[in-house]
Structures are given as structure tokens and as C-alpha cells.
């Protein structure tokens, strides 16, 4: 048997290439929408793909099942509880999907979703799996949250995941392998781990949630302390049920001149710039987001910018924009209108207003801070990171929260903005250019660099 783990790091979670060795067919578990990059692994290493298979509806990616049934002709496969508003499988426990000597089967494993289902995976001369695909049903050190379909149904998610994992998944021997959709870096994880895979006996041994002994016990583990997520996510379980657009590949950009750009804006179009923190703060299109590339940019411009608004890029690299464009298609934003040609220093030759912003480094903080009493540090971390440690008399205010409600901040203030390094501070600051806020400076290196300076910290266990 074969497995490949096909890994996004910008929104944290895993695809599978599950094939026969012998016979060549293969399936993909819980593919993203642009397919090509596993049609190319499967045609380089000599794979049939055959199927493609949901463990649930997800909340944080447009699903590939459509593509792929369209454009390649896979049979495809959800449980039936999905809902789907196309033709597919419909999947239900104890149904097997074969690939020559192996089979997949399907267990189902609700919690984190109503409808999820895992797949084992199994030799079919062999009575027990040796592997299974549990999306987010179990995942390294915990589960995927159960909040994310509203308050009404959390408590009930989270008592249909306790039992998932305590009555189906732990009923496994030891040495199966663990193979989750969701991992680091995904707001669907509730753990840290930096792990993408796990065994049932490590499970067993290390996860907290699979030593609750009682239901109770299990959800005040499973529900303490959950961050923040993008609000991208309330849009996805709803494209993904429907007949989500075919996307046959990457369009062609336009490359838009200043005066069309401006135009657009004009019209309600966003324009989008992924270019670095630095290059931001030399000079950006006015009111623009500021969302670098490895912010990442799907996570944030999913919860910053209003769900698939147009939006016109910022950045002259066509590789980049190639990336940006794949971030943004994975989350469901298809209104990509073109991009500025010749990138700034185009649009401030046809004489167009141009925004900045000034850089300030730790050590000019630190050393101004007591002159410039009225100089707000605003922290945009997240709110775990800010209880690990933070600037003293700094305003906590996490970045997605600043585009709602009233800000404890004057708009004639002076602000200094600091993230964790710089890039979710040029979010921050495009966010607060927005609404006014004209004194806002960039503290490089962010809190990082604050920290390795050896500058004093309030309540990190480090000080």
C-alpha cells in the first residue's frame, strides 16, 4: 500500500494519495480545489486516480470534489449525512470502497462536524485496518473544534465526539496509523503539536481528550480556551453542500494600468496587497489590504476582506501572484480582476495619492517610550500569545477584531503596531487606515525581536 501526504502550511491541513502498489489505483481523501498538483503526483508516480472521498464538510477550504469529478471523471464520495447539492457517493458506515487488494472503509466518527466520516484503510486478506484517515475527528495531542456551527450546537457536537473517540477510534489496536486532516497551523485544531501524524496507541497515551473519563470532563478539555477563527468559515459548509464553480485551472491575470485600478476602486473593488511588510510600509495604494503573502493570505484576507469580494492584487512577481491567487481560490475568493501593472511605482507616476508608513525598530521603542507617553503600542497577536507575554501598557486588540465595533483609540493618536513579527501588522494597519487612523507606525520584528533584544516582558514565564 502507498500514502502520500500532501500538506497546505498556510491553512494547516493535509490531503492523502492513498493507492494499491499492485494495481495502481489510487483516491484522494479530502482534496483542496486546485486539483492539478494531485493529478501531476498521481501521473508521476505512475497512479490511476479512481475516487475522491470527504471526510466532512469542511469549513476552511473549498473542497476539490467537484473539480475533480468534472475535469478528470473520479467518482466521488461524501457521507450521506453531506447533503451534497451534486451527484455523488453517498457514504454510510460499514460501506467499502475497493482499490485492487486494499479497501477502504467507512466509519462514522460525528463530532467535530454532524456528517463526518473516517476512512480506514486495509489489505483485504487482513481483518483489521492498519491505517485510518480521520480528518478531524482525531487529531495529534486533541480533536477539531465543535464550535464552529454556532453556539446552539457546540455542547451536542462535543458529546458526539466524545463518543467517537471513546467508543469508536480508541477501539482500534495501538499500531494503527493516524492520518488527520486537520494539524498546526489550522483554526479547526485546538492542540499545538507540529506533529501531522500519529498512531492510536499515542493517542491512547498523550491526547487529553482520550484520558476524559467522563462527558463532562471531556468538554471542558475540548472547549477551554479556543481562539479566534476567520470569518471566512461561516461560507464554506454552504459552498461546499452546493454546486460549487468549476475553475478548470488558473485564469490568466489582466494586468490592469493605475487609472483602471483606480477606476475599479471607484466601483467597489478591493485592491489586495500581498507584498511584504517592508515594501508596504514604503508605499501602498490608499485604503488597500495589506495582507503579505505568508501572513498566510488565505487566513487573513478570509478574515479581513468581505467574503469572494473582486479584488485587484498588488504584486509584480508573477510567481507570487500565482501563489495569492491559490490561496485565495482555496477559500472560495474567485473575483480576482487583474493586477497593477508595473506595481507602485506606476501608480505614483501617474501622479496618484500614495500611503506610508513609518518603521520603527525595538530599540527606537524602547527608547522613546518614556519620552512619548501618549504613544500607544497596540498588540495584535492572538489572545493566547498576548497572556504568554506582552509590552507593558500595551492595548491588546486581536487583528480580525479590528474592523469591528468601537476602538479604544483615537484617530489622532500615535499608534505603534506590533504582531508577532510584521506581517499581521501590515494587516493591522491597512485595517486601521481604513477607519481613519492616519498616526499608525510599524514596529519591525514585532514582538520577537522585542523579546530577543532582551527588553522587559509582562507575564511571560521567561521574565
Known amino acids: ?36 498538483r494531485y493529478v501531476q503526483i498521481a501521473e508521476g508516480l505512475g497512479l490511476k486516480l479512481t475516487h475522491a472521498l470527504e471526510t466532512h464538510l469542511h469549513a476552511d477550504f473549498v473542497s476539490g470534489l467537484r473539480e475533480l469529478a468534472e475535469r478528470y471523471q473520479l467518482v466521488i464520495g461524501a457521507s450521506s449525512e453531506s447533503h451534497l447539492a451534486f451527484s455523488h457517493l453517498r457514504l454510510q458506515e460499514g460501506d467499502t470502497i475497493d482499490l485492487g487488494e486494499l479497501s477502504l472503509g467507512v466509519v462514522a466518527t460525528p463530532g467535530h462536524t454532524p456528517e463526518h466520516v473516517s476512512f480506514t484503510l486495509r489489505e483485504t486478506d487482513k481483518h483489521t485496518p ?4 480521520t480528518g478531524g475527528s482525531l487529531i495529534v495531542g486533541g480533536a477539531a473544534r465543535t464550535d464552529l456551527l454556532g453556539h446552539h450546537l457546540t455542547k451536542p457536537l462535543t458529546h458526539l465526539l466524545y463518543h467517537t473517540i471513546h467508543d469508536t477510534l480508541l477501539q482500534f489496536p ?3 496509523i493516524v492520518y488527520p486532516t486537520h494539524g498546526a497551523g489550522s483554526f479547526c485544531n485546538t492542540p499545538s503539536s507540529s506533529e501531522r501524524v500519529t498512531t492510536i496507541g499515542n493517542e491512547r497515551k498523550w491526547n487529553p481528550l482520550a484520558q476524559a473519563r467522563t462527558d463532562q470532563e471531556f468538554l471542558n478539555l475540548a472547549l477551554e480556551g479556543l481562539p479566534s477563527y476567520p470569518t471566512y468559515f461561516q461560507y464554506l459548509r454552504a459552498v461546499n453542500q452546493l454546486r460549487t464553480r468549476v475553475l478548470k485551472g488558473l485564469p490568466r491575470l489582466h494586468a490592469l494600468t493605475p487609472r483602471q485600478v483606480q477606476e475599479q476602486m471607484e466601483q467597489g473593488v478591493f485592491a489586495l496587497d500581498t507584498r511584504s511588510a517592508r515594501q508596504f510600509a514604503a508605499s501602498h495604494i490608499p485604503k488597500a489590504y495589506g495582507i503579505p503573502l505568508n501572513t498566510p493570505l488565505n487566513t487573513w484576507a478570509g478574515w479581513v476582506i468581505p467574503f469572494n469580494a473582486p479584488l485587484i492584487l498588488i504584486e509584480e512577481d508573477p510567481s507570487k501572484r500565482e501563489q495569492a491567487m491559490r490561496q485565495l481560490f482555496r477559500i472560495g475568493y474567485d473575483e480576482i480582476r487583474g493586477f497593477l501593472d508595473g506595481e507602485m511605482m506606476a501608480w505614483e507616476a501617474e501622479g496618484f495619492p500614495v500611503a506610508r508608513v513609518p518603521v520603527m525598530s525595538v530599540g527606537e521603542l524602547y527608547n522613546t517610550r518614556a519620552n512619548l507617553p501618549a504613544l500607544a503600542v497596540l498588540d495584535v497577536r492572538q489572545d493566547a500569545e498576548w497572556r504568554a507575554g506582552h509590552l507593558e501598557g500595551a492595548i491588546h486588540i486581536e487583528g480580525g477584531q479590528l474592523d469591528k465595533g468601537e476602538l479604544a483609540l483615537a484617530k489622532e493618536q500615535g499608534i505603534v503596531v506590533h504582531c508577532g513579527h510584521s506581517d499581521r501588522s501590515t494587516v493591522a494597519i491597512s485595517l486601521l487606515e481604513r477607519r481613519g487612523y492616519q498616526n499608525v507606525r510599524l514596529l519591525y520584528g514585532g514582538f520577537s525581536a522585542w523579546e530577543k533584544a532582551g527588553y522587559p516582558v509582562v507575564g511571560s514565564t521567561k521574565s
Do not use: C, H, W
Not at 500514502?3 to 481523501?29: F, M, P, R
Not at 492498519?130 to 484517515?133: L, V
Open 1 to 36: 500500500m502507498f500514502v502520500k501526504q500532501i500538506v497546505d502550511e498556510s491553512l494547516g491541513n493535509s490531503s492523502y494519495l492513498v493507492a494499491s502498489k499492485e494495481t495502481g489505483q489510487a483516491a484522494l481523501i479530502d482534496p483542496q480545489r486546485d486539483v492539478e
Open 174 to 176: 495501538d499500531d494503527v
Open 130 to 133: 492498519s491505517a485510518i484517515f
